[in-house]
């Protein structure tokens, strides 16, 4: 249970920080904005799917996924950032354009959604898990 | 009437109304129920649940838009696609399941009647129905709007009769067969988008000499340069990255593509989605890149006069440069994309007036299938005379859509599914902070109509639907450790779905 809660803690103060980074990014005007909303855009998501694939005590093998995929979005949003005019050219595109296209969309598209199948016993729904659905079945309105 | 003399074309346009139709009254037969009208009797496989979800997700906007935007600003557009690869998967962790689970325990059809079951709260679940009443006007009138234009364009009729003659068929099979028609003709024109998307990819990098010709050609041109396939270009920072959160995250708000995730079978098979929908979305805007660069490419070659709009780049690259069968595709396909957005708002729209807003007052509507269509019609009639009316206001209106979705139910939907220390109070906030803020940020950064209110207060380049949606989450978080110290004791069918 406490390392449930840890982990849940985390993705939330991760959420936080990047709610917090993104407000100053788009509200202030201060030197650092786009370095924050860098910050916001690649943790956003890795602390969002964090609350949602923790259960039972863990993130279990989504830890280190789940850091990598941080990595590569914050290393692709920082490159933008940082390379001048996108750096040197690579298959006649500035690199940071050619990371975006070649990169940031198929890398993660392939990779998330293959460990989403792999691990969706695990952290998707488990037969268990439908079963106690269907049994705790209502057949009155939506309310609570 | 550019288009008129080219029956391919013409054809192509009637074959795709004509399968609608068709569809329409296959549906019409299957549809019995309110639950067959609204999820279309939670019976979908994966694959057509991620095809219906691509297609209700990409309007026109991704098929005439994009490539008029990368014409304009250049590369930099892509930031608005950038966050698909991991949208699928952030989706299907975060609320799919979820959701999927809520109608497994419960009778939700609806986002706010999931808010209402989550939070049992009818004031949360009243705000989330005014944020998707408001978003689908905006959403539908755009659409619509774009369906007039186009059929005006291929039978050379006024811009009326243009959005009356789509609508009717629009009308048709969305009031008749109501999600259960939304869905299979969301298959038969997602389907269709892939197909031309791809087919105008292979066909704009042949047209411009290939992929390495294409951005030589547009480095070396004095008027595009380098600075057109640099990730930024002249777009401030701010912008791009705000393109990037907006789309990466507001995703996680919006009812067209949510709503889709009731619908499918059997719970089990979302184990497939993440694949089905990343990859049928990344083929799809394989038409805005490819659109994007050969463009500027034939005009940097000389082979095409440099554009008066940056929107006419797909008309002018599938009129003038693709043989007649691929532009009647490309036609039918941007029809698709249009009206399949449209047929999931219609549906939409009609649920807040008949199931949401009633249960929010306490009330339950009888027949809910007779006035769900009754609804139907009302919503699309109210949309298409504003949009015909008042023209810039639906424009505006349509800009912010897909922000106000975003900021109003993101935080409340995908915090709130996943931790039971949010409050009812907390998602009302949220969502209450995400409709207003946006709507005044977008209505005094665009407005016209009235020259002595000031511009928003924000720092060059940052977009004001951003800014909202930081704030949604900032303030559910922040009124959540107000107001939710401890965990409330949650309904035992709640409670599982939320620890599955």
């Known amino acids: ?144 | 009437m550019p288009v008129l003399g080219r029956p391919l074309i013409v054809a192509a346009t009637l074959v795709y109304f004509l399968v609608c139709l068709g569809l329409g009254v296959w549906a019409l037969r299957r549809t019995r129920s309110a639950r067959d009208f609204w999820v279309a009797r939670q019976g979908l496989g994966v694959v057509v649940t991620g095809l219906a979800t691509m297609a209700a997700a990409f309007s026109g906007f991704v098929f005439l838009g994009g490539p008029g935007l990368t014409y304009r600003i250049g590369l930099a557009s892509l930031f608005i696609n950038l966050s698909i690869g991991f949208t699928p998967t952030l989706l299907a962790w975060t609320l799919a399941k979820r959701l999927r689970l809520l109608a497994e325990v419960r009778e939700v059809y609806t986002i706010p009647d999931a808010v209402l079951a989550r939070y049992g709260s009818r004031r949360a679940s009243g705000a989330a129905a005014v944020a998707v009443l408001v978003g689908t006007v905006g959403y539908l009138g755009t659409q619509l709007l774009a369906m007039g234009t186009l059929t005006r364009a291929v039978f050379g009729v006024s811009l009326p009769v243009g959005v009356g003659a789509g609508l009717a068929v629009l009308l048709f099979y969305s009031v008749a067969g109501g999600m259960m028609a939304g869905v299979y003709t969301d298959v038969f024109q997602g389907t269709l988008m892939v197909l031309a998307a791809v087919a105008v990819f292979a066909y704009a990098m042949a047209a411009g000499g290939g992929f390495e010709r294409v951005v030589h050609s547009i480095a070396a041109s004095p008027r595009f340069g380098r600075g057109f396939l640099e990730p930024l270009g002249k777009t401030p920072a701010l912008t791009a990255l705000g393109f990037f959160f907006v789309f990466g995250i507001g995703v996680l708000g919006q009812p067209h593509m949510l709503n889709k995730f009731y619908m499918i079978q059997d719970p089990r098979r979302l184990r497939w989605l993440p694949l089905v929908l990343g990859s049928s979305q990344t083929l799809c805007l394989l038409i805005w890149l490819g659109i994007g660069l050969a463009v500027p490419a034939l005009v940097a070659q000389g082979k095409l006069a440099p554009l008066a709009k940056p929107d006419d780049a797909a008309p002018s690259f599938l009129l003038g440069f693709t043989p007649e069968p691929l532009a009647g595709l490309a036609v039918a396909a941007i029809l698709a994309a249009i009206m399949s957005t449209a047929d999931s708002f219609m549906n939409l729209g009609a649920a807040v007036l008949v199931r949401d807003l009633p249960r929010c007052a306490g009330r339950r509507v009888k027949k809910e299938l007779f006035w769900g269509r009754i609804a139907t019609i009302g919503v699309t009639v109210a949309a298409a005379a504003l949009a015909l009316g008042y023209n810039d206001l639906i424009a505006l209106l349509g800009t912010f859509s897909f922000g106000t979705f975003g900021a109003a139910l993101a935080p409340a939907l995908a915090v709130g599914l996943n931790w039971k220390r949010v409050t009812a109070a907390a998602a009302t906030a949220s969502i209450v902070t995400g409709t207003a803020l946006n709507l005044a940020l977008e209505f005094l950064a665009r407005q016209t109509f009235f020259p002595s209110l000031p511009k928003p207060p924000l720092p060059p380049g940052a977009l004001p639907t951003a800014v909202s949606l930081a704030a949604s989450f900032a303030v559910l978080l922040a009124v959540t450790a107000w107001t939710g110290r401890r965990e409330p004791a949650l309904p035992e069918d709640i409670a599982a779905v939320m620890e599955a």
């Open chain 1, 1 to 144: 249970m406490s390392r449930f809660r840890s982990f849940r803690s985390l993705a939330l103060v991760l959420l936080a920080l990047a709610a917090a980074a993104a407000l100053l990014a788009f509200c202030a005007g201060i030197p650092l904005g786009p370095w924050l909303a860098a910050f916001a855009g690649a943790t956003f998501p890795v602390a969002l799917i964090a609350l949602g694939a923790a259960r039972k005590g863990s993130l279990g093998g989504l830890s280190l996924p789940l850091a990598l995929l941080w990595l590569l979005l914050a290393a692709g949003l920082g490159a933008v950032l940082a390379l001048p005019h996108g750096g040197p050219d690579v298959a006649g595109l500035p690199l940071a354009t050619a990371a975006m296209i070649f990169v940031l969309v198929p890398v993660p598209l392939l990779g998330l959604g293959g460990l989403y199948a792999a691990r969706f016993d695990h952290h998707g729904l488990s037969e268990e898990d439908l079963d106690r659905m269907r049994r705790l079945r209502r057949s009155d309105s939506g309310e609570a």
